[in-house]
């Protein structure tokens, strides 16, 4: 690279993406994102997605929460680890919408054809959102625990909470020492 070119960085929340930009030779100008018609308008205009975005924290009781860029909604559900070590699932209880909850509190339970067990929820805050699909389809959370198969979305009241709870290396290593 060379010492008038630009070098620009952007990333997804969970790959760094580089992006060179070089003098312009008819003008010797450095090219820049704004000069570029070729890159999408989020790009010129030198927004970049949060590197924050769905950034996903686990607990060691195996549940998950995914918080969206908005830093103030979260996902949960129970990991794919957690998934295959109950077996086949057969049932799924709901938390109730609009309900509040703290970190540690029982929001529901999974009942599958070994053993049952309750979800724990990993943040301070409102149920704001459920996935029924897994109270007619609840093999989802074996086909699919940390996509399809999330159990409610909530609304976070103490983000501070989020930083006691394991990144997705950490969470890697948890399991690795129970196999």
Not at 49 to 58: G, P
Not at 64 to 69: K, L, M, T
Not at 130 to 150: F, I, Q, V, Y
Not at 157 to 170: H, I, S, V, Y
Request: charged letters at 25%; proline letters at 4%.
């Amino acid at each position: 690279m060379g010492p008038s070119a630009l070098r620009l960085a952007f990333s997804n929340g969970q790959r760094t993406y580089f992006h060179q930009f070089r003098p312009c030779a008819r003008c010797r100008a450095t090219a820049s994102p704004s000069t570029m018609p070729g890159l999408p308008l989020w790009r010129r205009a030198g927004f970049a997605q949060s590197s924050r975005a769905n950034v996903k924290k686990y607990t060691e009781d195996h549940e998950w929460i995914e918080v969206a860029d908005d830093g103030r909604t979260g996902k949960i559900g129970i990991s794919t680890y957690a998934s295959s070590q109950l077996g086949d699932v057969v049932f799924v209880e709901l938390p109730e919408l609009e309900q509040h909850v703290s970190a540690g509190d029982a929001i529901g339970a999974v009942e599958s054809v070994k053993s049952a067990s309750d979800i724990m929820s990993p943040a301070t805050g409102v149920i704001t959102r459920r996935n029924d699909k897994l109270t007619e389809t609840p093999a989802l959370l074996n086909k699919s625990a940390e996509a399809d198969g999330w159990i409610a979305e909530m609304t976070i009241e103490d983000n501070a909470e989020l930083g006691k709870l394991m990144d997705q290396e950490a969470y890697a290593r948890l399991i690795g020492e129970e196999k």
